[in-house]
């Protein structure tokens, strides 16, 4: 495994945070070749990581429990910024003895989106972190926003060390859906912030679309209100996901539609798996003290 620590530091609580960068295989095939040739090849690509260790770690005794908190967008994980992405809203499991890990995602094209390469760049981080330190095998996941999203598709897309998932305020949906007569506005259809590209065309390059067209084949796996799901006799969606979740969402998140949330519970309620929903009073897109405190609450029931 090709992978390097950068830098170390411990703060004035003994909370240890490692930077650290791995390489992994940036290509995915999209299966449109029929030629008789070699299609699958090695793309090296580098993904800075942050690891925060808590104030009791040790290298004896029981592993470390370990979260990987994936950020949103606008997060980053940078070793030259001191910014630790994800790991830095779950700064209460930091407290309560759990690892946090996440990883800055493919390099090439900036907020991943939860994007393939994304989650191969994290599981690269995940076997160099239980590797190198005293740390479980099986794993916790949350993610914030964006970073929902991830999370989902890692949860869904490695579910054999997957133990449950915390989710806050998550964006679920890539694709327009309709919930009754609100029409809940997908990623793919949201008018996008003023970034360098606008949203349309991240995904439709991250996600390899033709002719920058949605194209529901190369989301398979990745769109987690459809992932692992079926359509049921009474014509709704059902989601059966590999582990318990836990959702919090504000009631005025003006970003992520609490509608859109409340479907997908309901969805994976239909198919009998086990899912909370916090929904809380007023809350816009912040993450608040109560969500940080009840992210370690929920994770303390599977350690």
């Excluded at 239980?130 to 964006?146: E, F, P």
């Excluded at 997957?162 to 506005?185: E, F, K, Q, S, W």
Aim: hydrophobic share 40%.
């Amino acid at each position: 495994m090709k992978a390097w620590e950068t830098r170390t530091s411990v703060d004035e609580k003994g909370v240890k945070t490692v930077f650290f960068t791995v390489v992994y295989n940036h290509f995915r095939d999209v299966s449109e070749s029929i030629a008789h040739e070699m299609r699958d090849r090695y793309e090296p690509a580098e993904c800075e990581c942050a690891l925060r260790l808590p104030a009791g770690y040790t290298e004896a005794g029981e592993k470390t429990p370990l979260i990987l908190c994936f950020h949103g967008a606008g997060g980053r994980v940078s070793d030259a910024d001191n910014r630790v992405g994800g790991v830095a809203y779950a700064d209460a499991c930091t407290r309560e003895g759990f690892a946090v890990l996440d990883v800055n995602g493919s390099e090439l094209h900036g907020t991943t989106l939860g994007c393939p390469e994304h989650l191969f760049a994290a599981h690269k981080a995940y076997l160099y972190a239980i590797s190198h330190y005293h740390l479980t095998d099986r794993v916790l996941v949350a993610g914030a926003s964006m970073g929902g999203q991830t999370a989902m598709n890692f949860v869904n897309t490695f579910p054999s060390i997957v133990i449950a998932a915390g989710l806050i305020y998550p964006r679920l949906n890539m694709d327009t859906i309709t919930v009754g007569d609100h029409v809940c506005i997908g990623t793919w259809d949201k008018i996008p912030p003023a970034y360098p590209q606008n949203t349309r065309a991240r995904i439709a390059d991250i996600y390899r679309f033709p002719n920058e067209e949605w194209c529901e084949r190369n989301t398979i796996g990745f769109n987690p209100h459809r992932t692992r799901s079926f359509i049921n006799c009474d014509g709704e969606r059902v989601v059966i996901p590999p582990c318990p979740i836990k959702i919090w969402q504000g009631t005025d998140d003006p970003t992520v539609d609490c509608v859109t949330v409340q479907e997908f519970v309901e969805s994976v309620r239909r198919g009998g798996c086990y899912i909370e929903l916090h929904l809380l009073e007023g809350v816009v897109h912040k993450i608040s003290p109560v969500m940080r405190e009840e992210l370690a609450l929920w994770f303390e029931r599977f350690v």
